[in-house]
C-alpha cells in the first residue's frame, strides 16, 4: 500500500499516525489486510499510532524490498545464513566487578602480567626489586654498573626537569623505580614525550653509578612486530561500520540517514552502489546509537525526542527497515543506556526486543569474527584522552588515535581520566589477539589507515555538528560509510550528504 492509501484506512479505522511509522509500514509492505488486521491489535485508546505501536505486532519485514524501478533486477547474493557472528571477546554477562580496592589491584595485575609478557618476548627483563637491593647490599661492581638491563613497568609518573630531561616513575608487582631520558637523546625524548600515564613499557638503560636511577637507552612498547600479516582468508563481499548515529538529537541528519537505508535496500540510481549495496553481509555499529538522556549537562536543550525508551524505539524502526540478509552487529557508547565504566556491558533484553533478529548485540568493546575476519569493536572514548596528550594524535585525523592504541595493545591505556574503567577480573580493553580490522566512533570523523597490515576504520556520524562542538572546535564529518571489500581486504567510504 502507498502512503494515501495507509492514510484513508487509518482515518476510516477512527485512528491517526504520524509519518515515521507511515514509513515504516512502507517499508514493510503492509498489504491490506494486514493492514485490517492491525488495527484490531493496537490499543483502542491509542489516539495518533506511532512507530513504537508497530513493533512485535507486525511480521518481520518482507524478504527483499528492491529497487522499484523493474528496469534492474536488484539481488542479494548473501542470504543471512552466509553471515555468521561468533564473538569472541565480550564482558557482557561475564561482568563481576564492584569496584572495590582488591578488585583494581587484580585488574592492574592482569593488565601488567599480559602486556609485559607481549614486551618479554622480545627482551629478557628483571623484576624492578632486585635493582634496588643492589643499592642496599653493596655497590655494584663497577663491570657490571655499566651492563645493560631491562625492566618493564606501568608508567606512574611521567614529569619534565628544567634542563628538559624526561623523568618516569615505572612500577611492577615488585617495585619502582625513577627512569632518566637525556634531554641529548632526541630520539628516545621524542618517544618519552609520546607516552601517557599507566601504559606499559620496557626500558633498557643503565643504572647510574649511584643505583638510585636508570638512564635510559630504549624504550620498548608493546606494540605489533613489522611482520606482522594476518591474511584473510577466502572471504567476500563487504563489511559496513557506522557509529554515533544519534537519533534523539535535533542534529541527527534524518535525511541523510534514510538515504543510507534506501541504498540498503537497493534503492540509488548509481549502478555501482547497487552493485555494492548486493553484497554486503554485514553492518558494525560503533555506539552512540541514540543521544541518550542526562549525557551532559543542559542537553534537553539539544533533544528532539527527550525520552530514551522513545529514542531507542524510532532507532529499533529504523533497523527494522535494514534487509534481513545483513547481520548487523551494535556495540553500546557513552550516549547509550548501559553503564557509563568500560568494559560496557551489552543493552538491556527490554532494548535488545526491539530490534529485529538479525541484530546481534555485544559489549564495549567486543572482538568479533566475521566469517574468519577478526573485527575489535571500540567506541573509543580514550581517544579524548590521546588526543589530549599525545603530539600529533588529533580528531580530524582519528586513526592518528588509533595507531597509538596498536603501540600499547590497548583501547584505553591511561585510567581514570576521560575513561572510568570498571575494574574486571580480566582487562577487556586489552588488544590481545591481533585483529584485522579495528573499529572506532565516538568523536565523529571518518578516518581510514592501515599500520602493520590492521585496517583502522573510524566511522564518523549521522549528527551535524552541536554547539558544543563548536565552541571547542570539533568539526565532524557526518553521513559517510566507510566499507572493506573483503575479497581484497581494500576499503572506500560512501557519501551520503546531499550532492552539492
Ligand atoms: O562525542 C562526540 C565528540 O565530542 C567527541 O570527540 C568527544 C567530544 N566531546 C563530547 N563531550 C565532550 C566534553 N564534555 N568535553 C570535551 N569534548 C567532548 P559524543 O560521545 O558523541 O558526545
Ligand atoms: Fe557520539
Ligand atoms: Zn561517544
Given amino acids: 500500500m502507498d502512503e494515501t492509501n495507509i492514510l484513508e484506512k487509518v482515518s476510516d479505522a477512527g485512528f491517526m499516525i504520524n509519518s515515521d511509522a507511515v514509513s515504516y509500514l512502507i517499508s514493510h509492505q503492509i498489504s491490506e489486510t494486514e493492514l485490517e488486521k492491525l ?266 525526542i527527550p525520552e530514551i525508551y522513545k529514542q531507542y524505539e524510532v532507532v529499533a524502526s529504523y533497523f527494522h527497515q535494514i534487509p534481513k540478509n545483513i547481520h548487523i552487529v551494535i556495540a553500546p557508547g557513552n550516549h547509550d543506556a548501559v553503564r557509563r565504566a568500560e568494559p560496557q556491558i551489552t543493552f538491556s533484553e527490554e532494548i535488545q526486543k526491539m530490534f529485529p533478529k538479525n541484530v546481534t548485540f555485544v559489549g564495549n568493546p567486543a572482538l568479533v569474527s566475521l566469517d574468519n575476519i577478526y573485527v575489535q569493536i571500540y567506541h573509543g572514548c580514550s581517544m579524548d584522552d590521546l588526543v589530549a596528550n599525545i603530539k600529533g594524535v588529533s580528531y580530524q585525523s582519528p586513526t592518528t588515535g588509533m595507531v597509538e592504541m596498536v603501540k600499547r595493545r590497548h583501547l584505553a591505556p591511561t585510567y581514570g581520566s576521560r575513561v572510568m574503567i570498571s575494574p574486571e577480573k580480566k582487562d577487556y580493553l586489552l588488544i590481545d589477539k591481533i585483529p584485522h580490522i579495528i573499529h572506532c566512533g565516538h568523536v565523529h570523523t571518518v578516518g581510514v589507515a592501515v599500520y602493520k597490515n590492521i585496517l583502522l576504520i573510524n566511522s564518523g556520524t549521522w549528527q551535524s555538528q552541536t554547539s558544543f562542538q563548536k565552541t571547542v572546535n570539533i568539526v565532524p564529518t557526518p553521513a559517510k560509510v566507510p566499507f572493506v571489500d573483503l575479497r581484497t581486504m581494500k576499503t572506500g567510504v560512501l557519501n551520503f550528504n546531499d550532492p552539492n
Wanted: net charge negative.
Fill in 39 to 304: 488495527f484490531l491489535e493496537i490499543d483502542p485508546s491509542v489516539f495518533v499510532i506511532e512507530t513504537h505501536h508497530l513493533i512485535g505486532i507486525l511480521p518481520e519485514q518482507k524478504e527483499k524490498s528492491p529497487s522499484d524501478s523493474d528496469s534492474f533486477e536488484f539481488k542479494f547474493l548473501y542470504e543471512f545464513e552466509d553471515n555468521p557472528v561468533v564473538v569472541l571477546e565480550d564482558v557482557s554477562n561475564k561482568a563481576t566487578s564492584v569496584g572495590e580496592y582488591n578488585q583494581f589491584v587484580q585488574y592492574f595485575r592482569d593488565r601488567y602480567t599480559r602486556l609485559s609478557e607481549m614486551i618479554r618476548s622480545r627482551v629478557s627483563a628483571r623484576p624492578i626489586e632486585s635493582l634496588k637491593k643492589n643499592k642496599f647490599v653493596k655497590p655494584l661492581p663497577s663491570k657490571e654498573r655499566s651492563s645493560q638491563i631491562t625492566i618493564i613497568g606501568m608508567v606512574s609518573e611521567k614529569s619534565t626537569t628544567n634542563n628538559q630531561h624526561i623523568v618516569l616513575a615505572l612500577e611492577d608487582p615488585t617495585g619502582t623505580i625513577p627512569v632518566l631520558i637525556n634531554n641529548k637523546e632526541t630520539d628516545l625524548v621524542e618517544m618519552a614525550e609520546r607516552l601517557v600515564l599507566d601504559e606499559v613499557i620496557g626500558v633498557t638503560g643503565t643504572m647510574s653509578p649511584d643505583g638510585t636511577i636508570l638512564m635510559a637507552e630504549r624504550i620498548i612498547q608493546p606494540d605489533v612486530p613489522n611482520s606482522y600479516s594476518a591474511g584473510h582468508g577466502k572471504a567476500q563481499g563487504y563489511i559496513l561500520f557506522i557509529s554515533d548515529i544519534h537519533v534523539g538529537s535535533k542534529e541527527f541528519m534524518k535525511h541523510e540517514w534514510e538515504t543510507f537505508l534506501d541504498f540498503l535496500n537497493g534503492r540509488s540510481e548509481n549502478p555501482q552502489l547497487l552493485q555494492i549495496a548486493s553484497e554486503i553481509r554485514y553492518l558494525i555499529v560503533a555506539g552512540d546509537i541514540v543521544d541518550g538522556i542526562g549525557i551532559y549537562p543542559g542537553q534537553e536543550a539539544d533533544l528532539e
